[in-house]
């Protein structure tokens, strides 16, 4: 059985990897599919950078704003969407191109995922309320005389990973670091990955990602905020961990003005941006690197390649 072929394109944030992947799309009759663990999300679509309207009016988008405030999406519950996804475009005869900078989604997809037990919901909701009465720090150091090994590899303030790790320990009396060392799932055998990272030169990826947040605030950001807070979001939302976010908080409560709300937001991006560019340098062998801004990509060298990978099997 031939392996049907499936675009796959990550890059850090303002990289340009979602004007690219649209440039593709139009030019095969493609699709495209989200990989991005903070667009998945309904709220947010400005500080999110999700596909604004004209975009999503040029060709068809898919696992954009789909969640809300009380729903929760692993890279395994991904994994299934978009294989589906990807199923569905297929059928219709065009090509899924999936793109976004959540580097373990796209792993995910392309290589399969560590088999991990289902937990029940009562462990989860458990850990979450004393989240909330104890705070991240207390669960961490349980985390670490547990799980140790886990334990060093997390960031005290991370809550949700903090909880995710405790509630496998408390499942299964396995460290999350000992799952993750077992067996995986395979990857999709019926299918075939052309690999695009956009990893522009770090200044020059800095300058864009320090204009768009500025944009942001200008074009209704803060306001999106502001609405989400007043809904009472629970703690453990991962979208209260998205870039922006605090600071914005921060600005609503009168503890910072706007001057020192941008410089923060604009740093923070910058060092989102950075962690990407690394995780996408050590964890992906593309089949195309871009290593310049957007706007000199070489579309014709990149079109060339990819009609050549999807004449072959």
Not at 140 to 160: F, I, R, Y
Not at 205 to 217: C, D, H, P, T
Not at 229 to 248: F, N, T, Y
């Amino acid at each position: 059985m031939s392996r049907q072929p499936v675009i796959v394109i990550g890059g850090p944030t303002a990289s340009g990897k979602s004007a690219l992947a649209i440039d593709i799309a139009e030019q095969f009759g493609g699709e495209i599919i989200n990989a991005d663990s903070m667009q998945i999300y309904g709220d947010l679509s400005v500080l999110t950078a999700r596909p604004r309207a004209a975009d999503i009016a040029r060709v068809p988008h898919h696992l954009y704003g789909l969640l809300g405030l009380h729903e929760r999406c692993s890279a395994g519950q991904w994994r299934i969407r978009a294989l589906s996804v990807i199923d569905d475009i297929q059928h219709l005869g065009a090509l899924p191109i999936v793109v976004g900078g959540t580097g373990l989604y796209l792993r995910a997809l392309m290589t399969g995922l560590h088999r991990m037990p289902a937990v029940p919901v009562a462990i989860r909701e458990g850990l979450n309320t004393r989240l909330a009465d104890e705070g991240a720090a207390a669960l961490h150091a349980e985390l670490a005389a547990l799980d140790p090994e886990t334990a060093a590899g997390l960031n005290p303030a991370d809550s949700q990973r903090i909880v995710r790790a405790l509630e496998i320990f408390t499942h299964t009396g396995k460290g999350l670091k000992q799952w993750q060392s077992g067996e995986t799932e395979a990857a999709p055998a019926g299918l075939r990955f052309f690999q695009i990272v956009t990893l522009p030169p770090r200044e020059e990826l800095y300058a864009i990602a320090n204009e768009r947040f500025r944009w942001m605030m200008d074009n209704g950001a803060m306001e999106e905020v502001a609405r989400l807070i007043s809904r009472s979001p629970p703690d453990d939302l991962p979208l209260l961990k998205a870039v922006g976010v605090q600071v914005i908080r921060s600005f609503l409560d009168g503890e910072i003005n706007r001057d020192h709300l941008i410089e923060l937001g604009q740093r923070d991006t910058r060092r989102y941006a950075k962690r990407q560019l690394t995780w996408f340098r050590r964890q992906i062998i593309p089949k195309i690197a871009i290593h310049t801004k957007y706007s000199e990509i070489n579309n014709d060298k990149i079109f060339s390649d990819i009609s050549s990978f999807l004449l072959t099997d």
